[in-house]
């Protein structure tokens, strides 16, 4: 059984005064359907580095949730947690998946720009190019210009970019969230398992 990191959102729970991360459980579902071990990361920047050195994970999944700081978000912590993490993946070539502000956090890290776009919370919408078939969208940021080393992979019908690949490093990102599909789609099991190599 393979063994990958996840990193997760960050909640401000005000009646308690806590600062709270957080991973909706699904995520642990999708991935045991793929015999794999999920390990949740905290946002302890401090700490990230240490964990990865025991860890030695196999994969990293860079999670949902949180607009990076840059862009109306409230996390910096969460910025600095996915940079860690990406950075790791680069230099010991470990195989890496964003998801939803996860690619966004992957396509900030290789210089990439974000843009304000409407009509992609809780609906669905068509994409085409190297996937071909309708996702789910809960974002309100995509990727605007590309920057070094990624190609599209998928866009919308628009021309909005939903997946991206780095042409040097097994780095893949998606906009759409596969843990929140019922059930789970098989083409998302299947590329998930290509991209992190499991």
């Known amino acids: 059984m393979k063994l990958v990191v996840i990193s997760q959102r960050v909640d401000e729970i005000k009646d308690y005064g806590e600062i709270r991360d957080a991973l909706d459980e699904q995520w642990y579902r999708l991935f045991w359907k793929m015999n794999t071990m999920l390990v949740p990361l905290p946002n302890l920047p401090e700490s990230i580095s240490s964990i990865l050195q025991r860890l030695c994970p196999e994969a990293i999944v860079l999670s949902g949730g949180n607009n990076p700081v840059e862009y109306d978000g409230t996390a910096p912590q969460r910025d600095k947690a996915d940079e860690i993490l990406i950075e790791y993946a680069v230099q010991h070539s470990v195989p890496l998946l964003g998801v939803c502000r996860g ?11 974000l843009k304000k776009v409407e009509g992609h919370i809780a609906t669905k919408h068509e994409i085409v190019g190297e996937i071909n078939r309708i996702v789910n969208s809960y974002h309100s940021y995509a990727v605007d210009k590309l920057g070094e080393g990624l190609r599209v992979a998928a866009q919308t019908m628009k021309g909005d970019i939903e997946a991206i690949q780095h042409r040097d490093y097994q780095i893949y990102g998606m906009m759409w ?15 998930i398992m290509e991209k992190l190599a499991l």
């Open 103 to 113: 690619m966004q956090s992957v396509a900030l890290y290789f210089g990439s720009s």
């Open 177 to 191: 969230h596969p843990e929140r599909v019922d059930g789970f789609d098989t083409g998302d099991i299947k590329l």
